[in-house]
């Protein structure tokens, strides 16, 4: 039987349900995870309002409220890990090459974190704003940031993510060469820097400084720039050098 490609805009849509299906997945164990937590947070911060993440308790502290909540800090960590296993292997369904499947697996990303907190807001009545502050990720540290800031991440991985999908489906595919990775990546480094630069702080029980938004603003350009920079090479490309208009 011959192989049937499956169409770029049949390929979006799958990851587009995906995402937000696993999105309000991941906001209602959170809901369950923040009532199970509560009563650890109340010993330590009593009067602390409910939607206030801050400050975390410490490893110390942990320990002192007894085993349960180690367990449930180790259920979160593999939570976490398990969430980007899934994201990658949607995508790897979806895909035929590894440029497909990274941008497959950035607009998954997007898509389930963007539904996540809208989820969140349905559920719990949280965020309060776009600049209240949230716990990103625990691996390998704390990641913390105001949402707005990881809304912006994801609004530029699906737009790259649909851009790549599309401009390979006519004929144009994006060919992103070293200084372009180099670009990419260094960009998505600095951005997690931003993230997680203040976690020595956060551990011992402070309360988060001021974003570094010059530093997380450089990352995000840096990696967006330099994946518009192979992008508009795509289109550019004199035609006698494009591939036919196919499905992916």
Known sequence: MPHRCVSWRRAILGIVLFGTAFGYLEAAVVSYLRLLHEPAR??????????????????????????????????????????????????????????????????????????????????LGWPASLLTWDILFLIPVPWVGPVLAPALVSAAMIGGGAWHFRSEARGRPVRIGTAEWVGILGGAMVIVFAFAMDYGNLMSGGMPRPFHWTIFGAGLVLGVGSYGVAARRAELRPASERRPFRRL
């Open 42 to 123: 109340l010993r330590y911060y009593p009067g602390r309002d409910a939607g206030e993440l801050f400050p975390l308790l410490t490893l110390n502290q942990l320990r002192a409220t007894g085993p349960q909540q180690g367990r449930l800090l180790t259920a979160e960590l593999g939570r976490e890990a398990a969430t980007i296993i899934m994201l990658a292997a949607v995508a790897l369904a979806v895909s035929q090459n590894a440029g497909q499947w990274a941008a497959a697996f950035v607009m998954a990303f997007g898509v389930w974190d963007l539904w996540f907190y809208v989820f969140l807001k349905i559920l």
